[in-house]
């Protein structure tokens, strides 16, 4: 019996403090919307741990915002229109690990090493 609440107990504690899976990509574009172009359009989302890395475009330009989860909602971190920098200024501009920023850029595009 004791078993038993305390597995409940911690199934409940992990749902308090994750994401919502399926409302992720809407807060994500919800979050960063004000912070691009008003005709800007979202034509990307990856997501990876707490890092989401979006592709938007609002021609004539285009870029790539990061957003982190502060555990409980979106913060953008950045909204490039620049190129990519090295990984090394990538990652401390968005204050994460080259090892984040890697695998984040990872799942975005696996031959992003070769831009």
Known sequence: MNRKIFVLAAIASSLLFTKP???NDSAISDTLRPKIPAHGQITKVITNDDYALVR????????????????????????????????????????????????????????????
């Open 21 to 23: 899976a399926l409302a």
């Open 56 to 115: 938007w475009v609002a021609d004539p330009i285009g870029g790539m915002a990061t957003l982190k989860w502060t555990g409980q909602s979106w913060e953008v971190l950045s909204t490039d229109t620049r190129g990519w920098p090295p990984i090394e200024i990538f990652a401390k501009e968005r204050g994460m690990t080259i090892e984040e920023a890697e695998e984040l850029l990872d799942a975005y595009d696996p031959n992003w090493r070769q831009w």
